[in-house]
């Protein structure tokens, strides 16, 4: 299940490292092509996901992450194991 | 083609003396220093002789424009640069507008951007990032094979993945250039204490000679790692202060009781320098004149003076000559002034060979603290704030000088028509800028 708080964390995390309108993080955004992540982004949006949620991101589940969803999912299924804050 | 002529219009300084070059000038005349006891964190890993330090600030990093991710991203030493320059550039009475966001990115107000260069100088760079990456590196894996994590040294949450340029010397003025979308030549000096004169220096030539028309320039430098080892650096060469009965007299340049100099935990000046005429069309205010700069380098040891002064006395008498000046017309020198046995000695001796005791000697570090590769810029805009206002701090806590020099006792009106501030550094580095007042 997922929290309504993570989503919108997970957004505003990305709303500020992206300077994306909020309106623009729905789902099934994908980060790269419809929000404009270049490589650099993408490694500036997973450490502040680890500095927002208390945590560490390795690389390959990083990269299986494309669209804002998915990192949702992601964050709420390690929120649920307790392996994030 | 003729020397142009080069103003100082614009300064910004964040030193442990305040986080503006306004708190830090009031602090100098009131003669309110910065000293406490360094972190008890840092006496985890060992005692050190010195037991210091001249702190930063509270330092309010979202106030000054630096979001959590650029928190995240950037060396202390660089977000200190940017501030100053921030500061300068407003100082200077530049617009400045939004180029991109995302990337926090302006563009000045000047007519030519690949005409304006920037030169910085800083002893260590972002050194203190890679002390942290470097012990994340290494304890991270001992977290899971130690039966007590609580005994491994705190470390930064993740290894970070901006710990390259975090760390690489020359950040500190490329941030400067991208930040403010400046493409001229983009310059960082490495001088250790004297890296800051040395970039004041190379800027005010680079403007003369007619490479540029416009500079950003001063010193850089963080040095407060969280578990001192920095510190320890400097403290095992037997070069800090001793903290003695009372440790806010410790530190005092040029005093018989002197016993070495007061670590700073940072700080950072940046000067806007413009050619004159172009400062004077767009109805600049300047603080003073940059007339002269050389630089020689003693050949002698890598962590102590030359003895005899030598190649100092022919750098001091080189920048004189080149500001069109003789010894006698220098009223004012911002010296080296560390508060090291040695420094204090040698400097002092050849400022009375060269000098006498006509000039006001003084030194900023008695305040301040040596925030090392920051210094020279910290005092380059102190020489030209003095000249600019008439006035001069005092040479704090000196009560027994070592020579009979003019020191400045008292701070308060001082006249000055031309001044020079000097910087020496580890590797054997000697500098200096001569300034003169705007008529």
């Known amino acids: ?85 | 083609m003729s020397r142009r002529r080069v103003v100082v219009t614009g300064i910004g300084m964040i030193s442990p003396l305040g986080t503006s070059a306004g708190e830090c000038w009031s602090a100098m005349l009131e003669g309110r220093s910065q000293v406490a006891a360094i972190p008890p964190a840092w006496k985890r890993y060992t005692e050190t002789a010195s037991t210091i330090w001249a702190p930063l600030p509270a330092i309010d990093w979202l106030a000054h424009g630096f979001s959590r991710v650029d928190q995240m991203q950037l060396d202390t030493s660089g977000m200190l640069t940017i501030a100053a320059s921030a500061e300068a550039i407003r100082d200077a009475g530049i617009e400045a507008s939004s180029v991109d966001p995302k990337k926090n990115t302006f563009r000045l107000a000047v007519p030519a951007p690949d005409r304006c260069g920037v030169f910085m100088g800083t002893g260590v760079g972002g050194v203190t990032s890679f002390f942290g990456n470097a012990v994340n590196h290494v304890v991270s894996p001992l977290k899971t094979v130690v039966a007590d994590p609580s005994v491994l040294p705190p470390m930064p949450p993740r290894f970070n993945p901006f710990g390259v340029p975090a760390m690489m010397p020359n950040a500190v003025s490329a941030l400067l250039g991208i930040h403010w979308s400046l493409y001229g030549p983009n310059l960082t000096y490495a001088q250790a204490c004297a890296a800051g004169t040395v970039a004041v220096g190379h800027a005010f030539r680079a403007i003369a000679t007619g490479d540029v028309d416009f500079a950003l320039c001063g010193g850089a430098e963080y040095l407060g790692d969280p578990y001192g080892g920095i510190f320890r650096g400097f403290d095992i060469a037997r070069t800090l202060v001793a903290a003695g009965d009372d440790p806010q007299q410790a530190n005092r340049p040029f005093d018989r009781d002197r016993s070495g100099f007061l670590f700073a935990e940072g700080g950072a000046a940046v000067l806007v320098c413009e050619e004159a005429e172009a400062a004077r069309r767009r109805g600049a205010r300047a603080y003073a004149e940059i007339v002269g700069y050389a630089e020689t380098f003693d050949g002698h040891s890598i962590m102590s003076i030359e003895p005899s002064g030598t190649r100092i006395v022919d750098m001091i008498g080189a920048a004189v000559r080149d500001a069109g000046c003789v010894p006698g017309d220098i009223d004012y020198v911002n010296t080296h002034g560390t508060g090291t046995t040695v420094n204090d000695e040698i400097e002092s001796a050849v400022i009375d060979q060269i000098f006498g005791s006509k000039p006001f000697v003084n030194a900023t570090k008695s305040l301040t603290g040596h925030c090392i590769g920051a210094s020279g810029g910290i005092e380059a805009a102190v020489t030209a704030l003095s000249l600019a206002h008439q006035t001069a701090h005092a040479c704090h806590n000196l009560e027994h000088p070592i020579r009979d020099l003019r020191f400045v006792r008292e701070a308060g009106p001082c006249r000055i028509d031309t001044a020079i501030t000097q910087s020496f550094a580890f590797g054997g580095h000697n500098a200096a800028v001569v300034m003169k007042r705007i008529d």
Request: hydrophobic content about 40%.
């Open chain 1, 1 to 85: 299940m997922q929290d309504a708080g993570i989503r919108e964390r997970v957004a505003n995390t990305i709303v500020h490292v992206l300077k994306v309108d909020a309106d623009l993080v729905d789902s099934d955004k994908r980060i790269r092509e419809d929000l404009g992540s270049d490589s650099l982004d993408s490694v500036t949006l997973v450490m502040a996901l680890e500095d927002e949620f208390g945590g560490s991101i390795n690389d390959n589940d990083a990269k299986s992450l494309t669209t804002v969803g998915d990192v949702v999912g992601y964050i709420s299924r390690r929120v649920e194991e307790k392996s994030l804050v």
